[in-house]
């Protein structure tokens, strides 16, 4: 049960977030499995703010984020949304996407 309620209530906050087409997701279909969704948006559509208040919903829905190195310094941010704890080197091959 907690899966899916982590499951949609990101989807939720995709939906709610992608009301700007700047603001990208990699959602997985139905038959696709994944343990982490890649969260992106333009820093004119989402703050820090924004950013910290997503962060403290998947940690209370017993998620984890993490911020995609390569997006430090940009004017983008970019998110791992993680089912489970990541490595430091599981975070670097989800970034080389």
């Keep these: 049960m907690e899966k ?3 499951n949609q209530a990101y ?4 939906k709610k977030a992608s009301a700007s ?6 959602i997985p ?3 696709e499995t994944k343990d982490y969704y890649i969260f992106m948006a333009d ?3 989402f703050s820090e703010d ?4 997503f962060s403290e919903a998947v940690t209370m829905l017993g998620g984890f984020m993490y911020e995609i190195p390569s997006f430090e310094g940009h ?3 970019g998110y791992i ?5 990541l490595s430091k080197e599981e975070i670097a091959e989800i970034d080389d996407f």
């Design 50 to 53: 924004a950013a910290e208040d």
């Design 4 to 6: 899916n309620m982590f």
């Design 43 to 45: 820093g004119d559509d």
């Design 11 to 14: 989807k939720d906050m995709i």
């Design 81 to 85: 949304i993680s089912k489970k704890k």
């Design 21 to 26: 087409n700047s603001v990208k997701s990699s």
């Design 29 to 31: 279909t139905k038959t």
């Design 75 to 77: 004017d983008m941010y």
